[in-house]
């Protein structure tokens, strides 16, 4: 396994109090494997990201518990000066807005070539000939002149673009891409989806893709992990779970996209909001809003059960939910 991320938690102290942000998070991700991490805002798929990447902000936040396995090496145990060479270099992160990612005043092509000059010792002029090579790579057009111009001057498809060609630069065995596609319009949204899923098959990368959107990990991801309130409730490889969910929440993201093949069905909208995590509700954090919920949901937090070999579930009644 490339990636193991074993019973992770994470704090955030803030002045009204702990939040809860990771409660217990495993999940591996094999070379060259995508792994979509699914759930709403606040359910702990960006925190643990940032966990693995080394990024988290600490503090307010805090690493109280668990191991991150990659390649062997346990991360958590590694100094900074180790951790920076296994960014990049190793792993990459995508996220949501290049805007913010990229750095205004350098051109686009002084900020990929950066990353050839700095980890692999290339002088400038070879380290943008690289930088053209990936800016093509990514499809960007005229490339050559292209490479001379600032961020702002690209649009915000083609700015998501050179981030991905940033992320592919010292060809990583991993690369986490958080909402890549979130702040773009939907037409430039599938563009992008599938020029990530075209550059990972092709480099054999392993793909964590975060995303809050069910419809974009169909046809990418080998296997969903759904998140709720810094758990994961439901992961299992992702045909079974668009057959049928073993978990009430994945059911309702399920029945909130419209799919093609369940044409003029009504759409279902989950109700209520996600838990606060400075007071996460006792027992199985989403009976609040489970349509299914019983009377144990609301004492006993559900254990993952084993659906199959390669599928669990966080959900006393899976059986029930996986027959309904
Ligand atoms: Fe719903 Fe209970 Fe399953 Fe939680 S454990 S998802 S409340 S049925
Ligand atoms: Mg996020």
């Keep these: 396994m490339l990636l193991e991320v074993r019973d992770l938690h994470v704090e955030f102290h803030t002045r009204d109090g702990v939040a809860q942000a990771v409660n217990g998070v495993s999940y591996g991700v094999d070379a060259g494997e995508t792994l979509a991490v699914l759930g709403e805002s606040g359910s702990g798929k960006s925190v643990t990201a940032q966990a693995v990447m080394g990024i988290l902000d600490t503090p307010p936040g805090r690493i109280t518990g668990g191991e991150i396995l990659f390649q062997g090496r346990d991360l958590l145990g590694l100094k900074e000066e180790e951790r920076r060479k296994v960014r990049g270099a190793e792993m990459a992160m995508i996220f949501q807005d290049a805007l913010s990612s990229l750095n205004p005043v350098l051109s686009v092509g002084e900020q ?6 700095v980890h692999r010792g290339m002088s400038r002029k070879d380290a943008r000939a690289k930088a053209v090579e990936l800016m093509d790579r990514v499809r960007i057009p005229a490339a050559k002149e292209r490479v001379k111009q600032y961020p702002h001057q690209f649009s915000g498809g083609m700015r998501q673009r050179i981030m991905i060609a940033m992320a592919l630069a010292l060809e990583p065995a991993l690369i986490i891409a958080d909402e890549p596609t979130t702040a773009l319009d939907v037409t430039v949204q599938a563009q ?21 959107d069910l419809g974009v990990v169909a046809d990418v991801a080998d296997r969903i992990a759904v998140m709720y309130a810094g758990r994961i409730v439901e992961s299992a490889p992702v045909h079974d779970i668009y ?4 978990h009430p929440y994945t059911r309702g ?10 044409k003029g ?18 027992g199985c954090a989403f009976h609040p809003r489970c349509p299914m919920a019983q009377d144990m949901c609301r004492t006993d937090v559900p254990v993952p059960y084993e659906v199959s070999e390669d599928r669990r579930s966080a959900c006393h009644l899976w059986r029930e939910c996986l027959n309904g």
């Design 243 to 246: 057959k049928a969910p073993a």
């Design 253 to 262: 993201l399920l029945d909130s996209v419209p799919r093609l093949d369940l």
């Design 265 to 282: 069905r009504e759409l279902y909208a989950i109700k209520g909001l996600p838990p606060n995590l400075m007071d996460i509700p006792r």
């Design 192 to 212: 992008v989806m599938d020029l990530l899923a075209e550059l990972q098959r092709e480099y054999a990368m392993a793909l964590i893709l975060i995303t809050h």
């Design 112 to 117: 990929l070539g950066e990353m050839f000059v």
